[in-house]
């Protein structure tokens, strides 16, 4: 079974952009989640969908958006990026929405803001 | 609001001994935890999780113990081997949460050959 896929691996953009990610979830797995890593940081949650709805939002503003297609695959969107954006961007699925469900991460988009 | 933390940044120590992560949390509604293992330019992957019913749970090489009490968690890796090299987190869930994890802020596991 083929793992979670992101794409593109490698972004770069500059200030006040807008940038759009990937994230093709394992084949059968419903929810979508994504994370935002930043050195020394862990893994801080953006936000998680299942059955393209949004269940659930993290602490970010407003420019981080997301959304789920019907095959589950997933898009968050930043728009007017700032330099602090620049992170690893993680997606992760899991087979159902609850507690107590594994998730499994895909590589990783990591995107540096310039 | 720092809800799971990992104290120690960094830990090194010799393969074939054991190595202990550490972990603690303050959020007592947090009933399910998992230890994820992450090498850089990858991302992270499951390593071994607990439920707040249990105490312990071992997988191989791997044992995490929980203490509710305390609000600790700890893995243990025995012998410990250089591929176990990588960045450590832990992570909790509860019943309210989803699918979300509050992750720590991961151990730097060194084992020396």
């Known amino acids: 079974k083929a793992g979670v896929t992101q794409t593109p691996r490698y972004l770069i953009k500059t200030r006040g952009q807008q940038v759009t990610l990937s994230c093709s979830p394992i084949s059968g797995h419903r929810s979508v989640s994504w994370y935002q890593q930043t050195p020394g940081q862990g893994l801080q949650f953006l936000f998680e969908?299942?059955?393209?709805?949004?269940?659930n939002k993290g602490n970010f503003p407003g420019r981080f958006s997301g959304r789920q297609f019907s095959n589950s695959r997933s898009e968050m969107n930043v728009s007017t990026l700032e330099l602090g954006d620049s992170a690893l961007y993680l997606c992760?699925?899991?087979?159902?929405?609850?507690?107590?469900?594994?998730?499994?991460f895909g590589s990783g988009t990591q995107l540096s803001v310039l | 609001d720092q809800q799971v933390k990992q104290n120690s940044p960094s830990l090194s120590v010799q393969e074939g001994r054991i190595s202990i992560l550490n972990c603690d949390y303050t959020?007592?509604?947090?009933?399910?935890f998992l230890w994820y293992k992450k090498y850089p330019a990858e991302g992270p992957t499951f390593l071994i999780s607990i439920s707040s019913i249990k105490d312990k749970n071992e997988d191989g090489r791997f044992t995490v113990f929980l203490n509710k009490s305390a609000k600790h968690l700890s893995l243990h890796i025995v012998p410990s081997q250089p591929g176990d090299s990588a960045v450590y987190f832990c992570?909790?869930?509860?019943?309210?949460?989803?699918?979300?994890?509050?992750f720590g802020e991961g151990t730097q596991l060194t084992v020396n050959p």
């Open positions: 992760a699925s899991s087979s159902s929405f609850g507690a107590n469900e594994k998730l499994f």
């Open positions: 992570a909790a869930s509860g019943e309210t949460s989803g699918s979300r994890l509050t």
């Open positions: 969908y299942f059955s393209e709805t949004q269940r």
């Open positions: 959020n007592s509604m947090f009933d399910y």
